[in-house]
């Protein structure tokens, strides 16, 4: 490639949060995450009709993850390219773009069993079938390791980067190092104010292969994570920035495991405390965030590293 490819941010709102996709402005367009049901109609055809491209011309959906903030427009936005896009996920997140029922499973199976809320599970169907604009099978599963053409010389590598969810990828522009990570890279997190992935090693062992492998010229967050001192970062980070978001990744993650570590050898037990049973990790922290606010990475995060407490398999998450 003898120059970058230009990448156009596309931020839509969404609650609490900002959510970020990205257009690829190859000789065969991609977007990478789709925002939720009316993302691609209210918010990134008329961002790209700004900058004199259509939202039909898209050829590639990139999907870095299975959650409903980043495939919830997948549907919609496949419909406006005239069905001619293909749409790309990792094969362990594909049951989530299927099937609307499986982020049910998801909470049922993880945050689901600490949060006291007796309509949990049916308030998660109901923004399932709110914000996901349809169930779909699939273009192209990946596993990480594949090379895709965007037409010309343009290609873009899949690195499996699992963690948050089982089936996390970062696509990478090769030549430029553009890389899009969607949730791999949290820093101490984003509105919730806590990091949230269901398996901590793969999270940390994503991270460093990010840092050390990749080596990000250019960093594109799915959401506006926050360093240690709660200032954001942009949406597009340099290489110093993307280090700095990494190694504060890393680091909140070993402070989080250290403080899970102590809580789960005390023993957990159920208390008045809305982050019961891990009430002594909420306190060591300093984590004073509503734990209940979906989708409640903290909740995510302990049930992660209780787990892998539980199975000897795993190997440790902390340096």
């Known amino acids: 490639m003898t120059h970058d490819v230009p990448v156009h941010p596309l931020v839509s709102p969404w609650g609490r949060f900002g959510l970020y996709s990205f257009f690829i402005d190859a000789p065969e367009p991609a977007i990478v995450d789709t925002g939720v049901a009316g993302s691609p109609a209210e918010g990134m055809a008329p961002a790209l009709a700004a900058i004199g491209r259509r939202v039909e011309d898209v050829r590639w959906i990139l999907l870095t993850h299975g959650h409903i903030d980043h495939v919830g427009g997948a549907y919609a936005l496949w419909e406006l390219t005239g069905r001619r896009a293909r749409v790309v996920i990792h094969e362990a997140d594909a049951p989530m773009l299927r099937s609307r029922r499986a982020h049910v499973d998801e909470y049922r199976a993880g945050r689901g069993q600490y949060l006291r809320a007796p309509r949990g599970e049916a ?47 970062a696509y990478v522009v090769d030549g430029q190092r553009s890389v899009f990570v969607g949730d791999a890279v949290q820093a101490h997190g984003a509105a919730n104010g806590f990091p949230g992935y269901t398996d901590p090693a793969a999270y940390r062992a994503g991270l460093q292969h990010l840092r050390d492998e990749v080596r990000p010229r250019h960093l594109y967050l799915g959401h506006p994570y926050r360093r240690a001192d709660g200032t954001p970062y942009g949406v597009e980070l340099d290489a110093a920035q993307a280090r700095d978001a990494i190694d504060q990744s890393l680091a909140a993650e070993s402070r989080v495991a250290e403080a899970a570590r102590r809580c789960l050898e005390a023993g957990l037990t159920e208390t008045d405390s809305p982050y019961s049973p891990f009430a002594g990790a909420a306190e060591e922290l300093g984590y004073t965030g509503d734990p209940t606010l979906e989708p409640s990475p903290f909740f995510t995060s302990m049930h992660g590293y209780r787990t892998r407490d539980r199975n000897p398999h795993h190997r440790s998450s902390t340096p």
């Open 123 to 169: 308030e998660v169907a109901a923004a399932a079938h709110a914000v996901i604009s349809g169930e779909m099978e699939p273009t192209l599963l990946v596993k990480g390791g594949e090379t895709l053409s965007l037409g010309g010389d343009v290609t873009v590598s899949v690195h499996a980067v699992p963690g948050h969810t089982p089936g996390s990828v």
